[in-house]
């Protein structure tokens, strides 16, 4: 101010009315992975700046909600979510960051929400957000299996029919699977290309449901 009528004087303020708006960034939307270092997002508010950056991380089990209590470093039954701080990289860069639990505590397949909020700046005390939905993926560190069911072990043959078994690819699901014919006789193995040489090889199968085929 630098004009001044006598005897009165003013003062100036800023009103922030809305809350602020976080989101996650990583792990992507329906992401799939089998590690996860960190969790990252963005928070905005303006006027007032976001101050505090909250994240709750949960997951479902037998008719139960589990959230992360970082307390007490396990997953906890709870109604509501349980809380905790972010690391705010940088008031001005609206991003935000938080080391993630050992996944593998809640079992080698689970499928994760995360829940954010963010707490203002402004007076007497902060807005605080609203979490929406939240952002899901799953952590899957379980490899797949596979069975053959033809032919039979042991089988005495003088047809081949078509190759057939199963697989179970968890969560994750199934990105392929390899097939591997060898020879007893002189341990070659058959290729698509070349017929039988005398190198490891593999070939892709077929893939429908659970099951896997390859002819």
């Not at 290309?193 to 090889?201: C, E, K, P, R």
């Amino acid at each position: 101010q630098t004009a001044y009528a006598v005897p009165t004087s003013s003062r100036s303020f800023r009103w922030d009315a809305l809350a602020p708006i976080t989101a996650v960034t990583n792990p992507s939307a329906s992401a799939i992975r089998n590690s996860q270092a960190a969790i990252d997002g963005s928070a905005g508010d303006d006027p007032a700046g976001t101050g505090l950056v909250d994240v709750a991380v949960r997951y479902a089990v037998g008719g139960s909600t589990r959230y992360w209590n970082t307390g007490a470093s396990s997953w906890a039954v709870s109604a509501s979510p349980l809380w905790f701080g972010a690391f705010i990289n940088n008031p001005s860069s609206t991003t935000w960051t938080v080391g993630i639990p050992s996944w593998t505590m809640a079992g080698n397949q689970n499928v994760f929400t995360i829940l954010t909020r963010g707490s203002d700046q402004s007076l007497p005390a902060g807005l605080v957000e609203t979490p929406g939905a939240g952002r899901t993926f799953t952590f899957d560190v379980s490899p797949p299996t596979s069975t053959i069911a033809y032919p039979a072990g042991g089988a005495l043959l003088n047809t081949l029919g078509t190759l057939s078994g199963t697989f179970d690819a968890g969560l994750a699901g199934i990105s392929r699977v390899d097939v591997s014919v060898m020879r007893s006789d002189n341990s070659n193995y058959w290729s698509n290309s070349s017929g039988w040489v005398a190198f490891s090889t593999v070939s892709v199968a077929g893939v429908a449901g659970n099951a896997w085929t390859y002819s």
